[in-house]
Nanobody, 125 residues
Framework: QVQLVESGGGLVQAGGSLRLSCAAS????????MGWFRQVAGKEHELVAA???????YYTDSVKGRFTISRDNAKNTVYLQMNSLKPEDTAVYHC???????????????????WGQGTQVTVSS
C-alpha cells in the first residue's frame, strides 16, 4: 500500500520558517511528479507547488520567492522550504504524487494518484 507521510509542520511566528518533508513509499518515486497542496477549513485544496521528475517547478503566485520545493530521489522524499511565513499561510499541507505533472494544474488533489493525510502549519501574527 502506497503511503505519503508528511512531517515538519507546527506553530511559527510571522516571518519565520518551516521545512516540510514528505516520505513516499513509492517503488518508482523518481518517475512521479510531486506536489504540495494546502487546505484551510471549509475551503477547497489549493495547489502550492509542484515538481517534475527532473526538478522543473511550479509555484502559486502567493508563495513565489518565499517557498521552495525540492526532491531527493535517493530518499523518496519531497520537501517544501517555507520562508517569510505569513498568517495567511496557515493551513493543513498535503503532499501528493502523480505520474502526470499536467494533472496538478487542474488543482484537484482528489484527481491525483496519491496524497497524504497532511501536516498542520499555523503562523501567528
Amino acid at each position: 500500500q502506497v503511503q505519503l507521510v508528511e512531517s515538519g509542520g507546527g506553530l511559527v511566528q510571522a516571518g519565520g520558517s518551516l521545512r516540510l518533508s514528505c516520505a513516499a513509499s513509492l517503488l518508482t518515486f523518481s518517475t512521479y511528479a510531486m506536489g504540495w497542496f494546502r487546505q484551510v477549513a471549509g475551503k477547497e485544496h489549493e495547489l502550492v507547488a509542484a515538481i517534475t521528475w527532473n526538478s522543473n517547478t511550479y509555484y502559486t503566485d502567493s508563495v513565489k520567492g518565499r517557498f521552495t520545493i525540492s526532491r531527493d530521489n535517493a530518499k523518496n522524499t519531497v520537501y517544501l522550504q517555507m520562508n517569510s511565513l505569513k498568517p495567511e499561510d496557515t493551513a493543513v499541507y498535503h503532499c501528493a504524487a502523480d505520474h502526470h505533472y499536467s494533472d496538478y494544474m487542474r488543482g484537484d488533489i482528489r484527481s491525483l494518484d496519491y496524497w497524504g493525510q497532511g501536516t498542520q502549519v499555523t503562523v501567528s501574527s
